[in-house]
Every structure is written in structure tokens, then in C-alpha cells.
């Protein structure tokens, strides 16, 4: 089984998120998961269907293609972060760096061996990236999500 | 005021569909001066005579490439576009919109994604003011 990486694009106006100051408005997220019914695309309130396991990738850039820009934090709603291993990468070349994680497995199907703080229930999970720009760090506030979903051949039913 | 268009692509929608339309997404730099559709591939960027342009071309996944080959204003050469670059975006296009124009431009984008031609048949447009 074979699940594609998720690829979520969050590109900035910032020379709108700091005459602004805010990123509201500014900030237009897309991702590579559209034929799994994501929501939101081209907005500031992406939903992104994702699934246990899977890695997920946020990339951050400048519309302006000059002004140096990172994510600095995901913040996740009430500190429910339902990744592992959230980091930031590097890239080659002059691709600002990204942020990436993993889906936690299926609450709903306990593998022995996993503990309950690498599970994760289905649903929605609210986060907001923070972000470096022009020396100067801001945080969304629109409150893009994954909604997390069972993929269907992992029914309970089988 | 001078301004950015990004042009994002669902590269492996884009090919397994055969076509942009649908999985491609433009945005610009503009929006506080009037440009609608942001994050759409209907963009319509609001510009001055006078203001540059420059577009970049992005894939959703990083690690393929995708360049734009050229473009048609059908209804008018509102803008010459010559071929420029930087350390980030790569290849970029930029021109500046020239004088007598005025009004809405539609124009067609025509992209290689990975080694594949596809033209964007739904219209971006520039709004000259």
C-alpha cells in the first residue's frame, strides 16, 4: 500500500500581511488532495482530507518570490497536534525550507506496541502556522484544518 | 503599484486529468488594489500603465518543475513579457504594461509540466486601470 504524500502549498502576500498586519486575507493555501474532497482551496481556510499515516508537507512562499518567508510553528487548536514528528526540513537549493509530519495511526484500530499518545481519532484538527517574514513573525488566524478520515479499506467491518 | 502573479499547479492532477482547468491557482500581490479571484485560476489583477509584472510558475509537489513556455493577450498586447529569473522562483516572466490600454485583458497561459504542453483554457485576465 502505497499512500501519496500530501503537499500543502501556503502562498503570502507580504507586502499585504505587513501594511495589513495581518495575515488574514493574505495568505491563499491549496494542497495536492483536492479528489479527496479538501475544502477551501486557494483560501485561508484550507481543509486538507488526510489519512492515518500519511506524510503530510506545508510549504511556505513569497507571491513577491524575493522576500524570505518561513514557518516558524504550526499551532495546533487546544494543543491537539494529531502529527508525529513535526519538524522542520530543508531543501536544496534556494527552496525556503518546510515544515513536515505524520499522520498518527487509527485510534479506532489499536495496533499493540502503539501507545495511545501516536493514535489519533477521526475528524477535524484546527491549527494556524506562525510565520518568519522580513524579520518580523506573524500567526494565522484563520484556522485552516485536516480533517482526518479512515481510508475505506481500513473498515472494521473486514 | 508593480506586482507578483504565482501560478500553482496540481502537477499530478494536472497530468493525470490531461488538463490545468480545475487544478491550477492564481494569486497575486494586488489584492488591496482591486485584483479579484485571488487564489483562483479566474485571477484578475487590477495594474496600472506603466506598473510591471512578473509571474512565477510553482508545482504542489516542490520537486517537479513547472515553467511557463509563453503567453497570448488575444485581445490586445496590453503587455510585452520577456523571459527573466531568480534564486527562488527560477524561471520568471515580467513585463510592464504599456500605454493606451485600458480595460479588462484576458490572456492565455501556456505551461510545461514536466515534459507535457498544457494551456490554461480558462482566462486570467489584467484589469488596466
Known sequence: MNIPQI???AMIDVIGSLSDN???????????????????QGT????????????????????????EVRVNKIIWQDDV?????????GLPGSMPPYYAGIVKLDAANPI???????MVKTGIYHYNLEVIMSGKTMTMTTNPSLNIRAPKWNSRER | MDTNIAVIVD???????GELRGNI?????????????????????????????????????????VRIESFSFPAGEVIDVVRGGNAIA???????????????????????????KMSLTTLPSLNVQ
Not at chain 1, 485561508?44 to 522576500?67: A, E, K, M, Y
Not at chain 2, 484578475?44 to 516542490?62: E, F, H, P, Y
Request: aromatic share 8%.
Open chain 1, 44 to 67: 485561508g481556510v484550507l481543509s486538507t482530507v488526510v489519512q492515518f499515516g500519511q506524510v503530510i508537507n506545508w510549504h511556505i512562499l513569497p507571491i513577491d518570490v524575493q522576500t
Open chain 2, 25 to 65: 491557482y492564481l494569486v497575486d500581490g494586488n489584492k488591496s488594489a482591486g485584483s479579484k479571484g485571488e487564489g483562483t485560476e479566474g485571477l484578475q489583477t487590477a495594474i496600472n500603465v506603466g506598473d510591471t509584472i512578473t509571474w512565477s510558475a510553482w508545482g504542489l509537489q516542490v520537486e517537479t518543475k
Open chain 1, 22 to 40: 495581518k495575515l488574514r486575507g493574505n495568505i491563499f493555501m491549496m494542497d495536492n488532495s483536492r479528489s479527496h474532497d479538501t475544502t477551501g
Open chain 1, 81 to 89: 497536534n494529531p502529527c508525529l514528528k513535526v519538524q522542520e526540513y
Open chain 2, 90 to 116: 527560477g524561471y520568471t516572466w515580467s513585463g510592464k504594461v504599456k500605454k493606451g490600454f485600458s480595460g479588462v485583458y484576458q490572456y492565455n497561459l501556456n505551461l510545461r509540466v514536466e515534459s507535457r
Open chain 1, 7 to 9: 503537499n500543502i502549498m
Open chain 2, 11 to 17: 502537477i499530478a492532477a494536472a497530468l493525470a486529468a
Open chain 1, 112 to 118: 499493540p506496541g502503539v501507545p495511545d499518545s501516536e
